[in-house]
């Protein structure tokens, strides 16, 4: 008989014969190896020679506290790897004990801590969590049909690759057996004796516990505007019933994945024990960005270091997701290792890790970056029976000062994203350090060098386009992007508007740069269509001097076949203190738009009474607020402009939900819209999930 040999070790200092028999087979699933040792000695010596994933330390074979301090420091300095340390309490406990003896072994050097009595199963879940296995076994599939023979069928056809399958005949027990089975996917019929499918989907949709769960229709024959209600209700697609195993597949497939990818990121995310120094990822970038407004006096010493793996779609395919997981979880535990106090990193996406590094100059910086490529290169690809032999792991990494300091944080990213970017054209596994074309001297760019970076990026495709997503407050409203312009510097910098945007109008460059958005924003609406997506609404930053030039409605004449299919899906975004400025002028410029299918919106709007009036008198029904009200600290002051746009008839947006405190501060106040980087940054991809975020803020 063949055995699969182990990707990982766990060694157990336990004399407890049941739980290790027990424990075994739990982790050798997995194909983890657990050795169990009897003494303190024993344990460091196998240490030594094979370094483990985990150990877990019975402390009742361990004298005192201070005795299990010594015991854990000559355990993390046998090894380069820094495996993660599991307590096993040695009685149990009662009162205050129940917490000092977690401070103690936490302080210790634990990091993780299980109470008496200890069963098998609760060890193996922490120990798995740790070593970064999170996939189970299977893929769970429900099948809701009336007919038997239909429903055989299909088992046996998902059966057939993996999938474990539940079939359920009678649609009224549905609800029960999804709780029951927790599925990654439900298949049901359109129509059944008692009900319609879609009723049943719109009832799942309600509830929280299903509210993100994939949801396929089948179905051989449906009207269009039935497809239509289906996927309103709350489908996510069809599948032929006549579908062959192959077609089958390629339809449930993607979907199965990313129920189970959104399940383990929604795990992973939460995880503060995934290595030393880690922080989830909303909690780092949001430090971030509050360490980049309040700017330190050593800034600096401040670095931002990201951290990509080569070939991730290659190791994916090799080692499936939870090989790739695993692997990835030994990367955490080598760079937490190069981490000091004051120091911080997060997986800042599905095979990327940035590191936010104070170092004390920027030798030191580059230092630490050369170290954790050096490194980094202990850990290694496991082999597989249909591939090549095991290998390091290579990386590319980005290197960038926060001096001189950006503007802001996208800014601060852009250049990593860039010294990366150059890192991985160049081969990978090598490090590029960002640095300035112009010396930090000279922090602030002229307005000459900003009004030719502005003429070159026109003629030479230098601007790039943006999208953030606006989400609805209201569970049934829509949701849309915002369009944004980034204006590449010589050096690969993005620089946001508010860096050039007074050079371009003192310039007479803002009609240009806002037809330019304008096209682009058309174009990405051209690109869904082509990939037979809808559309989605876009906001889309204009200025009045645009639309009030004299060749403007030519303009538009000239992408009269755009305007005609996207008018209605485009916001134009105007200055509020120019549509008050210019009260007259606007006034038959936002009715002719309006004609014309377009939506108007103002921006920056304060909440004043009179303003919200004048913008009323205009016909604007939409406002986006200004960021200092979103961010503003006392809710009241929000509540009160959005209050007052309410009494006019106009929608509300709030920008500056930039954490989880904002998104409470602002939900409370309840606009129509928000919007932030607490949600997605800004992204070239049109690819937000409205549905699963609307579920999990609501």
Known sequence: MNHTPPTGFVYLLSTQAALITALRPLLAAHALQLDACETVEQLIERTTVVAPEV?????????????????????????????SLIGLAATAERGEKLLSNRLAARRAGLVSYLSQPVSARRLAQRVLALCGVLEITHYNVLVLVEDPSAGRQLAHLLASVGLKILVVYDPMKLLVRLTAFKPNLLLLDTQFTQVSGFELVAILRDDPEFAALPILFLSDAIEPLQQLWALRTGGDGFVPKSAGREALLAAIEPRLR??????????????????????????????????????????????????????????????????????????EQNIGQHLNINEAATRLGDTRYAVLARRSNPEALQLLANQLHEHLHIVTVPQTAQTAPAASVTLSIGVTRCDPPPEDLPSLLSRAEQAVHSASKAGGDRVHSWSPLIEPGAAVISEAVTKRLIQTALQQDGLRAVFQPILPVDSQGEGCYEAQIRLRTADGEELSPSHFLTVASRAALISPL????????????????????????????????????????????RHAALVSAFATRTVLQLPSIELQRHHAEARPLVQRLTTLGFRICAANVSGQADEAHQLAALGIRLAKLTLRL?????????GQAIQTLREQGIASIVPGVDGPDDLHRVWICRPDWIQGHYLQWPSPDLNFDFKTVMYESH
């Open 630 to 638: 979103g961010q503003a600290s006392d809710p009241s002051v929000l």
């Open 55 to 83: 150990i877990v330390l019975d402390l009742a074979l361990i004298a005192a506290t201070d005795h299990l301090k010594s015991v854990c420091e000559r355990i993390l300095t046998t090894t380069r790897r820094r495996p």
């Open 258 to 331: 990313r129920s189970r990818w959104f399940q383990d990121r929604l795990h992973l995310a939460h995880r503060r024990d995934n290595a030393h120094g880690f922080l989830p990822r909303d909690v780092f970038i949001s430090y971030l960005e509050r360490l980049l407004l309040q700017w330190p006096a050593e800034s600096d010493k401040l670095g931002l270091i990201l951290l990509d793996l080569d070939a991730s779609a290659a190791h994916r395919e090799r080692l499936g997701d939870g090989g790739l997981e695993v692997l990835l979880r030994e990367l």
């Open 514 to 557: 806002d037809r330019w958005m304008l096209e682009r924003t058309w174009q990405a609406m051209l690109e869904q269509e082509a990939a037979e997506i809808a559309a989605p609404r876009l906001l889309v930053h204009q200025h009045l001097a645009t639309l009030t030039a004299p060749d403007w409605f030519e303009w538009l004449n």
